[in-house]
C-alpha cells in the first residue's frame, strides 16, 4: 500500500465520519432552540418579531460549528494538502 | 489488494455510516421542534400562521446538516476524487 | 479474497447498517411527533385539522432522513458503482 | 474460505443485526405514541375518534421504518445479488 | 473450518442476538404503553373499552417488531438457504 | 478445534447472552407496567378488577418476548439442528 | 486446548455472565414495583391487601425472567449436554 | 497453560465478575424500595407497618437475585465441576 | 508464563475490579436511602425514630451487596483455593 | 510506510475527529443558552436588551472552545511543525 | 517479562483502577445525601440536629465502600501476596 | 520508525484529542450557567448587575479548564520537550 | 523492554488515569452539595450558618476520595515501591 | 524502541488524557454550582453576598480536582522521574 493510496483511505474515512460525528451536536441544539422558540411565541404571541431575530442569529451562530465540520471535511476531499504532496512525489519521486 | 479496491471499499462503508450516523441528530431535533410546534398551536391556535412558518424555516435549517451528510455519502459513491484518481493510475500506469 | 467478493462483503454488511442505524433516529422522531399531536388534539380538538396538517408535513420531513438512509443501502445493494466496476474488470482483465 | 461462504456469513450476520437493531426504534416509538394516545383519549374521550385515526396513520408511518429494515433482511437472506453472482460464478467458473 | 460449519457458527450466534436484541424495544414499548393504559382507566374508567381496544391493537403493532425478529431467528436457525445449499454442496461436491 | 467442539461453544455462549440480554426489557417492562397497576389501584380503588385485568393480559404480552428469548435458548442447548447435524458427521462421516 | 477443556471454559464464563447480566433487569423491575406498591399504600392505606396481592403476583412474573437465566446458569455448570458428550468422546473414542 | 490451569483463571476472573455486576442491580433496587419507603412513612406514619413489612418482603425478593450471582460465584470458586474434573483428570490420567 | 504466575495475576486484576465495580450500585443505593430518609425526617420529624430505624435496617440490607463484592475479593486475594493448589504443584510436582 | 506518510495520516485523522467530536460540546451549550433566552425573552419582554447582550456574550464565551478545536485542527493541517520537519528531513536527509 | 515484574505491572494497573472506579459511586452518593440533607435543613431548621447525626452516620456507611476500594489498592501495592511470594521465588529459586 | 517520528505521532494524536475531549465540560457547563442567569435576569430584572458579574467570573472560572486543556495540547505541538529531545538526538547522535 | 522502564510505562498510564477518573465523581458530587447550598440559603437565609458549616464538612468527606485517588498517583509517581525493586535489581543484579 | 522514548510516548499520551478527561468533571460542577447561585441571587436578592462567598468557596473547592489532574499532566511532561531517569541511563549506561 502506497503512501497516495493510504492517504485517500484515511481522508475518506475522516471526511465521512467529521461530518457525521459533527451534525449530531449542531442538529440537536437548532432543535432544541427552535423548540423553544415556538413555545415562546405561543406564549408571548406579541413578541413574535424579537423571539424570531433571536432565533436566527442563534440558529446562525450554532450552524457555524456544523459548518467547521464541514469545511473540515471538503478540505480533506478536494484540498488535502497531504495528498496532493503524496501524489506530487509519486509522479515525480522525491526531490527528482 | 491493490489501492482501487481498497479505496472502494473504504467508500462504501464510509457512504453508509456517514448517512448513517448523520441523520440520528437531525431526525431527533426535527422531531422535537415539530412536537413543540403541535404543542404551540394547541396552545394558542391564533398564532398558528406564525409558529408554522417557523417551524418550517427551522426545519430547514436542521435539514441543512442531514443534507450535509447526504452530500458527503453521494460524493464518496459517485464523485470520489481518489477513486478516479486510482482507477486512472490503475488503466494507464502512473505517468505513463 | 479477490476484489469482487472483498467489495460484495463489505457493500452487504453497510447496506444493512446503514438502514439499521438510520432508522432509529426517524423512528424516535416520529413518535415523538406524533405523541404531542394527540395530545394537542386532545387539548384542543377544534385545532385538529392545523395540527394533523401541520403533523403530516413534519413526519414526512423526518421520514425524509430515513428514505436517504434507505436510498444509500439500496444503492449499496443494486447499483454499487464499485461492485460493477470491480466485476466487469473480473471478467475481462483490466482494460483488456 | 472461498467466496461465496463469506458472503453468506456476512449475509448472515447484517440481516440479523439489521432487523434487531432495527426494531428498536419504531417499536420504542410506537410505544410512545400509543401511550400517548391512550392518555389523551382518557383525557377527551369525545375526540376519540380523531384520535385514533391519527394515532393509526402515525403507526404506519412509523412500522414503515422498521419494514425498510425487514425488506432489506429479507433480501440478504434470500434475494442477495452478490450472493447469487458468487454461486453462479463457483458453479460455472467466471465468464467459463 | 470448513464451509458448512462456519455458517453454522454465525447463523448460531446472530439467530441468538436478533432475538435477544430485538426483544428490548418492543419489550420496553409494550410496557410504557400499557401503563399508560392502566393510568388512563383509573383516570377514566368510563372509557376502559375504548383504552383497551386501543391498547390491544397498539400491542399488536408493537410486537409485530419482535416477531419479525423471532422469524428472522427461526430462518437462521430451521431454513437458512445458505447453510442448506452449504450442507448440499458438501456432501455432492459442487456441481457433481 | 473440530466443528462439532466450535458448535458447541458457540451454542454455549449464545444461549447464555440470549437469555441474559433478553430478559433485560421484559423485565423493566413488566416493572413500568406492574408499577403503574399499582398506582392506578391506589388512585382509583373501584376499578381494581378492571385494572389486573388488563395488567395480566399485558404482563402475559410483555412475557412473550422473554419467551422467544427463552426458546432459542433451549433450542440451541438441546434441539440445535446443527449441532446434531455436526455430531452425526463425526459419528459415520459425511455421507457414509 | 481439547474440547472438553474449551466447552468448560466457555460454560463457566457464560454461566456468571447470564445470571449476572440477567439479574440486573428484574432487580431494578422489582425494586420499580415494590417501590411503587409502597407509595401506594401510603397514598390509599385502605387498599393494602389488593396492592400487596398484586404487588406479589407482578414481583412473582418479573422474578420468572431472573429464574430462566438461573436455569440456564445451572443447566450450563451442573447438566451441559455439550460438556457430557465432550466428556464421554473423550473417555470412550468417538464411537468405539 | 494445561487445562487446569485454564479453567482455574476463568473461573477466577468469571467469579469475581459475576458478583460485581450481580450487585448493581439488586442494590439500586433495594436503594429505590428502601426510599420509597421512608417516603411512604413520613407521608402516612400510621401505616408504618404495613409499609415495612412490605418492604422486608421486597428487599428479600430482590436481595434472592443477588443471592443467585453470589451462590454462581461461590460455586465457581469452591464446587466448581469442570475444575473438579480438570484436576482428577491431570492427577490420574484420563480414563487411567 | 507458569500457573502460578498467571493465576496471580488474574486473581488481582479481579479482586480489584470486583471491589471497584461492586461499590458503584451500593454506594449509589445507600446515598438514594439515606438522602429520602433526611428528607422524610424534614417532613415528618415526629417519625424520626421509625425512619432512622428502617433506614439502618436498609442499609445494612444494601450494604450485603458490597460486602459480597469485598469478601470475593478478599478470599481472591488471601484464600484463592486454585492459588494454593497452583503453588502446591509447583513446589512438590504434580501427585509426587 | 515512511515517517512523512505516517505522520499526514495521523494529521488527518486527528484534525476531523478534533473538530467533530469537539463541535458536540458548543453546539448543545449554544442551543441551551439559545433557548433559554427565548422563554426569558416570552418571560420577561422589557428585559429583552439585556437578555440579547447577554446571550450574545455568553454565546461568544462558549464558541470561543470550539474555536479552540478548529485552530487546532487547522494548525495540524496547514501549519503542522512535525510534518514540516519530516518533509524537509525526507528531501534533505537528516543533518545532510 | 518475568513473574515478579509481570505480577508488578498488574497491581500498580489495578491499584490505580481500582481506586478510579471505586471512588465514583461513593461520591456521588456522599453529594446526594448531602445535598438531600442541606435542602432538608433549610426545609426544617428546627430538626437541623438530627438530620446532621443521621447524616454522618450515613455518610460514613457509603465511605466504607470507598474505603474497602482503598484498602484493596493499598493492598495490592504494599501488602501484595502474591508478589512477596514471586520475589522469594526469584531469590532463593523454587523450594531451593 | 525512529523515535522522533513515533513521538510527533503521538503528540498529534494526543494534542488533537485532549482539546476535543477537554471542551465538552467546560462548554455544557458553560451553557448551563449561561441559560440559568438569563432566566434569573428574566426573573429578577433588577438584580441584572449581580447576576452578570456573579455569571462572568463563573464563566471565567470554568473557561479555565477549558484553557489547561489548550496549553497542553499547544505545549504537545510547539513546545514539547519529548520531541525537542529526540531530534536534538537524532541530529548529534546520543552523547556525541 | 525491560522490567523497570515496563513498570514505568505502567506507572505513569495508571497515574494518570487514576485521578483524571476518580476527579469526575467528587467534582460533581461537590457541584451538587454547593448548588443545594446555594438554593437552601437562598430559601432560609436564617440558617447560612448550619448550612455553611453542614456544606463544608460534606465537601472534606467528598473530597477525601479524590485525595485517595490523588495520593495513589503520587504513590506511583514517587514512591512506587515495584518501581524501586525493579531499579535496584537492575542497577545490582538479582540477589547480586 | 528504546526505553526513553517509549516513556516520552506514554507521559505525552498520559499527559493529555489526564487534562481532558479530568476537565469533564470539575467544569460540569462549577456549571451547576453557578447556575444554582445565579437561581438563588434572582429568588433572594439580599442574600447576594453570603451566596457569591459560598459560591467562590465551592468552585475552589471543586477546581482543586482539576488542579491535581493539571498538576500530574505538568509533571508528567516537565518532571516526570521515570523519563528523567531513562535519558541518565542512556546517556551513561546502566551503573556505568
Known sequence: MDAATLI??????????TIAIGS?????AEGRAAAQALQAIAQQP???????????????MIES???????VAMILI?????????I?????????
Open 8 to 17: 485517500a483511505v484515511v481522508s475518506i474515512l475522516t471526511a465521512g465520519l
Open 24 to 28: 449530531i451536536g449542531p442538529a440537536l
Open 46 to 60: 406579541d413578541a413574535a418579531n424579537t423571539i424570531t431575530r433571536t432565533l436566527f442569529v442563534s440558529l446562525a
Open 65 to 71: 460549528t456544523a459548518i467547521y465540520c464541514f469545511v
Open 78 to 86: 478536494f484540498a488535502n494538502p497531504f495528498a496532493n504532496r503524496a
Open 88 to 96: 506530487e512525489a509519486a509522479s515525480q519521486g522525491v526531490g527528482g
